[in-house]
């Protein structure tokens, strides 16, 4: 069967620190990947996609960016934290021809 | 993808049916219904899609009006821990998933 994995599950980080947060899928190939970030009280926002390895679709112009350099290991990483970039990251997978997408745990990240 | 209403918030007594409405009055004819939930500090779970027929599985079932401007879904029998944001939304079949706010279902013993 098939499982995400994220980690670290909780992160505080100063401003201006950098960031690196992991997701790795297993039981599956070539799956679409996804970041997500739920602020504190609100929906989930689409940041990252990727179709393939070394292709990364942004969503929203932020201060973080994406990385696939494996198949199933999508990487969501910032070179210094805003205090804009506290919430809950999720990741996911879906197939190519599926319907469903699967979150893993999240991770949740303070930024103080 | 089309837009989605829900209200915001829905009580439901335990061991009765929970039916949670949504209206997608834009919906494009190659759009699906997707439904899913998101317990507290956990990452969302897939639920039920549908097209245009109802749909029932396991956890679910959807009912889509048929002229497909809105859908319900029902969990026939609800627990508390059914309590939970449950998100409706509408995309094509290779769209993204393009998240609301959602209704906070509560349901109480």
């Known amino acids: 069967s098939q499982t995400i994995h994220q980690w670290p599950a909780t992160l505080v980080q100063p401003v201006g620190s950098p960031l690196s947060l992991e997701c790795t899928v297993e039981g599956t190939s070539n799956p679409n990947l996804y970041w997500y970030r739920q602020a504190a009280g609100r929906g989930l926002q689409l940041l990252f996609y990727s179709v393939g390895i070394g292709q990364i679709s942004s969503e929203v112009p932020q201060n973080l960016s994406a990385s696939r350099p494996q198949d199933r290991q999508f990487i969501l990483s910032s070179k210094k934290l805003l205090l804009s970039d506290s919430g809950f990251y999720l990741c996911a997978w879906a197939t190519g021809t599926g319907f469903e997408q699967y979150f893993g745990p999240g991770t949740r990240l303070t930024v103080t | 993808d089309a837009k989605t209403t829900q209200p915001p918030s829905m009580d439901c007594a335990e061991g009765r049916a929970a039916n949670l409405p949504c209206n997608h009055s834009t919906i494009s004819g190659n759009e699906y219904v997707y439904w899913y939930r998101q317990i507290h500090s956990q990452g969302p779970q897939y639920i039920i899609h549908?097209?245009?027929n109802n749909e029932t599985n396991e956890m679910a079932s959807l009912i889509i009006t048929e002229d497909r401007k809105s859908s319900t879904l029902i969990l026939p029998h609800a627990t508390l821990r059914d309590t939970a944001v449950y998100y409706c939304i509408v995309r094509a079949r290779l769209g993204k998933l393009t998240f609301g706010q959602g209704t906070i279902l509560t349901v109480h013993p």
């Open positions: 549908g097209l245009k």
